[in-house]
């Protein structure tokens, strides 16, 4: 089974930081996209920002320079540095990937998403 696991959400205060992980795990051949996406309350589901396999980022407009976003290919996993935080941040983090397994499947996946909160 192929799956993505996701952790590091929580609650913090306006002008914090906080740093998601997720890793994929199963019978992977290679990863090619993962990215992130959230879902505040009432909203629907949208970028925040991808990292291709070879490193090349895309971000939203509005968290640019705020988050970063990175990946350790020898362990499959992509994380989300969040700096400078905004009640509007707010919702349920979603990783995502695009994988191919080891029987040539090519599939995308969804992690199963970490809540994070930020209060004024």
């Known amino acids: 089974q192929v799956q993505l696991v996701e952790s590091g959400g929580g609650s913090v205060q306006a002008g914090g930081s906080l740093r998601l992980s997720c890793a994929a795990s199963?019978?992977?051949?290679?990863?090619?996209?993962m990215g992130w996406y959230r879902q505040a309350p009432g909203n629907q589901r949208d970028l925040v920002t991808t990292?291709?396999?070879?490193?090349?980022?895309n971000y939203a407009d509005s968290v640019k320079g705020r988050f970063t976003i990175s990946r350790d290919n020898a362990k499959n996993t992509v994380y989300l540095q969040m700096n400078s935080l905004k009640v509007e941040d707010t919702g349920v983090y979603y990783c995502?990937?695009?994988?191919?397994?080891?029987?040539?499947?090519?599939?995308?996946?969804w992690g199963q998403g970490t809540l994070v909160t930020v209060s004024s």
């Open positions: 995502n990937a695009k994988v191919r397994t080891v029987t040539a499947r090519n599939l995308e996946l």
């Open positions: 199963g019978s992977i051949f290679s990863i090619n996209a």
């Open positions: 990292i291709t396999s070879g490193g090349s980022t």
